[in-house]
């Protein structure tokens, strides 16, 4: 991997956070909500400029970004084009588009890979087969799998889809998998072992493609979305309950994989741009103080009671959990520099 590999995990993370903030930024304006400010990044502002009612700037620790409306702090003069005077609907509108952009942005990012590499075929055959999974070779190369081999069976049990691949690897466990496949008319078998990554069991190849119309690749992008968030909360379930291991990564680690993928070729970084959007949008609807998520459970619960809550204790609340996620950030991104220095 080169310096430019590296280098490229600032216009992703810059994509991703500004595409979040410009939803909360657009529906807080179509809502006639004052904007204070829109800003890129934490911490002290390195450049900045004034339109109309709005400060715009980039700020120096590129971990998120912020949109400061009016209203929002209770400690200001009340303003009645404040996001606290507006109904609750118009609020947790202006909450959740952050969330809902990242998605939009996966959509199209995908739809755009879709139809630069093709339509994904629902037979059992393999597309392009991965080097690496988690910085190893991943169980599909390893096992001397090709693109173009057709799987038979898994396990013996009968291959008639491609969905069928991903439902005996997904519910493996990591156990070994016997396949038994076809290539160039011969029957081939051989045994791998699946990888825990990305909140799923994999062994390394992506699905066959063939050439599709643009309208088919903008319907597959969404879809793919839905799929990989529903798998995402099954993830997170079966982390919560105990039945697999919550995997982390910080901006470090995260950094390493667009590196990776960067010296891949455009298309992996493509790919994985939009999972990580993804990701950043489910991660931020978590009911976890400081995040959307929470801000959207304060207003479910202030909908029930039928009165608001005392934005000074929700305040207290979300400052706390925002020193709670710098934390986890701190510890994750140790995690992640400690691993890369021992080459894990």
């Known amino acids: 991997m080169t310096l430019a590999d590296w280098l490229w995990a600032i216009p992703v993370f810059g994509l991703m956070i500004f595409m979040h903030e410009l939803g909360h930024f657009a529906v807080a304006k179509f809502f006639d909500i004052r904007v204070h400010e829109f800003a890129l990044g934490f911490g002290p502002a390195l450049v900045g400029f004034n339109r109309g009612e709005t400060r715009y700037s980039l700020r120096a620790i590129p971990l998120g970004g912020f949109v400061r409306m009016a209203g929002m702090d209770p400690s200001e ?8 005077n507006k109904p609750i609907y118009q ?25 630069a590499q093709g339509v994904p075929v629902s037979e059992p055959i393999f597309g392009d087969v991965l080097a690496e999974c988690n910085g190893q070779p991943c169980p599909a190369a390893m096992a001397g799998l090709q693109k173009g081999d057709r799987v038979l069976t898994i396990g013996g049990s009968p291959v008639e889809s491609w969905s069928d691949i ?17 290539r160039d008319g011969q029957e081939m078998t051989t045994v791998l072992t699946p990888v825990y990554m990305d909140g ?33 909360v099954a993830s997170l379930v079966q982390a919560v309950t105990g039945r697999t291991e919550l995997e982390l990564s910080g901006p470090v680690g995260i950094t390493r994989e667009i590196a990776t993928q960067a010296s891949a070729g455009l298309t992996n970084l493509l790919w994985l741009t939009a999972f990580l959007s993804i990701n950043l949008g489910l ?7 400081a995040l959307d998520g929470s801000h959207l459970l304060f207003m479910a619960v202030e909908a029930v009671r039928g009165r608001r809550l005392d934005p000074e204790r929700v305040n207290m609340v979300h400052f706390f959990g925002f020193l709670l996620l710098m934390g986890l950030i701190l510890v994750v991104t140790y995690g992640d520099l400690r691993a890369a220095i021992l080459g894990q």
């Open 77 to 84: 003069p009340d303003d009645p084009r404040g996001f606290n």
């Open 91 to 115: 609020r947790a509108l202006t909450i959740f588009a952050g969330p809902f952009m990242n998605f939009l942005l996966a959509s199209l990012l995908l739809s755009g890979y879709i139809y």
């Open 200 to 232: 799923r069991w994999m062994i390394g190849i992506q699905q066959a493609t063939r050439p599709g119309s643009f309208w088919k690749a903008l319907a597959q992008g969404p879809s793919i979305t839905w799929e990989y968030s529903k798998a995402w």
């Open 166 to 182: 991903l439902t005996y690897v997904g519910t493996s466990e990591g156990a070994p998998l016997e396949i038994r496949f076809e």
């Open 283 to 289: 991660f931020n609807l978590l009911p976890i103080p």
